[in-house]
């Protein structure tokens, strides 16, 4: 879960929509399981455990927004109330990655059966997956109440309603794990390049896939494991760039430059400082 700053909201933006202000100010991300919110957004109010779809939500309760993708969105609406209050969420200082990240990303065997409505099994394959593991109690809670590890993990298996399977109903884990394996590569031929032109170049194209596949959480491990290097960290995951063309006309400076939106630019806004 990446960390997040979240800007204060200057009062000219208070009863305006929120989400497309969550998108400028944090990217275009699940701010919990990091899929690129490429088909439909939900704001989630963490102090009412409610959320509403695209612009219905205002931004009078700013400081506890977040966007959600549809995969979480479904995910807590059947998740436990007893857990709502225990969430690690990405603002908290306790997500910050000062002591190490809070939950874990590894890439991980296990068999995925899929199985008919009957539950009979009907295929069974091993796969290479990214599990996601907390020892805090707090992060543990995150992963529970908005599924990080999709519902069909069970122990240490994946069990697939064939239908969920052919209409591609829950792909985050198997998206976070290609993110993964492209992440490897590229960091792969980064380690292998010789000139300082090269490394330059491979490490600006490096950041920018992240920021088109989304998942800076997998990325950001498996970039860790092949490099072991935190100032090149830095230069791949770290937030914005220092820009100064406001989206948003008329906002003071200080407000503008915490909604200059995600892109080439800035591939990661928000993301707290490690
Ligand atoms: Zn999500």
Redesign the pocket.
Known sequence: MRPLVRPALPPQLQHVPAARLLVSAFGNF??????PLLDSLWVWNAKTGQSQEGDRCTSEDWEHLYL??H???E?QRHASPLDLPLLLLPTDTAAFLQEGPPLLYILTSMSRDQVNEEQKLIQSDNVDQVLISASDYRAQATIRY?A?NTAYLVKDRLVVPRQDHLSLLDR?MEQRSEAWREATQAALDLREAGQSEVVKALTRQLRQLIGTTGFWSTCRAAVDLVLQDPQKLQEIFAANLPADRPVIAGLAAKHAIHFLGNGPHQPFPGTAPF
Do not use: V, Y
């Open positions: 699940c701010s919990f399981c990091e899929r959600l993708d995969n979480c969105h995910a908005f990080l985050r």
